[in-house]
T-cell receptor, first 115, second 113 residues
Framework: AQKVTQAQTEISVVEKEDVTLDCVYE???????LFWYKQPPSGELVFLIR??????QNEISGRYSWNFQKSTSSFNFTITASQVVDSAVYFC????????????FGTGTRLQVFP | EAEVAQSPRYKITEKSQAVAFWCDPI?????LYWYRQILGQGPELLVQ????????DSQLPKDRFSAERLKGVDSTLKIQPAELGDSAMYLC???????????FGEGSRLTVL
């Protein structure tokens, strides 16, 4: 069965610190997609990134970077030089090839960045 | 500001009452989703539409929940009768393409007393 585990319930950092959010997934399929979404206090989830299972290259987008390791079934998310505006709940999600639109979400990690 | 419109933003109701949520997706998005997010948990898919057709409703409690998207545009999710365990955020999302890049609304928060 598919499962996404985000073991960190809540993380607090001071502005400008780097922070890594962990994500571990389980799936029997060889083709699948991994995602990260951000949920600010306003409530709407915001898409951050999608990765397919055949692309293990790390990705960097500004202060955000993602580390995908199939060997450990992990898809971790790092924010460099965190800012107060990064405070939100972050969700990792998984979908399988047979229905790429059906996302299985983890329980989320609440990140609080203090000034 | 989110472009997927949902209403109401907040709803308080008593158990056994009926409640309905409305969603207007981004124009041109063929796929529409209803997710339920219980406090402290990740969203869970309730129903997925492709145009007016249901693609997946395997997680929808069909004895009390119903969803429709009659003209393939906006959608309504109904609960009748509401139960205490239905208290949650109901999120609507739409997508123009496949592969999971969903655009979410701000949600409708339901409290059942």
């Amino acid at each position: 069965a598919q499962k996404v585990t985000q073991a960190q319930t809540e993380i607090s950092v001071v502005e400008k610190e780097d922070v890594t959010l962990d994500c571990v997934y389980e799936t029997r399929d060889t083709t699948y997609y991994l995602f990260w979404y951000k949920q600010p206090p306003s409530g709407e989830l915001v898409f951050l990134i999608r990765r397919n299972s055949f692309d293990e290259q790390n990705e960097i987008s500004g202060r955000y970077s993602w580390n995908f390791q199939k060997s450990t079934s992990s898809f971790n998310f790092t924010i460099t030089a965190s800012q107060v505006v990064d405070s939100a709940v972050y969700f990792c999600a998984l979908s399988e090839a047979y229905n790429t639109d059906k996302l299985i979400f983890g329980t989320g990690t609440r990140l609080q960045v203090f000034p | 500001e989110a472009e997927v419109a949902q209403s109401p933003r907040y709803k308080i109701t008593e158990k056994s009452q009926a409640v309905a949520f409305w969603c207007d997706p981004i124009s041109g998005h063929a796929t529409l989703y209803w997710y339920r997010q219980i406090l402290g948990q990740g969203p869970e898919l309730l129903v997925q539409f492709q145009d007016e057709s249901v693609v997946d409703d395997s997680q929808l409690p069909k004895d009390r929940f119903s969803a429709e998207r009659l003209k393939g545009v906006d959608s309504t999710l109904k609960i009748q009768p509401a139960e205490l365990g239905d208290s949650a955020m109901y999120l609507c999302a739409s997508s123009p393409i496949k592969y999971g890049e969903l655009f979410f609304g701000e949600g409708s928060r339901l409290t059942v007393l």
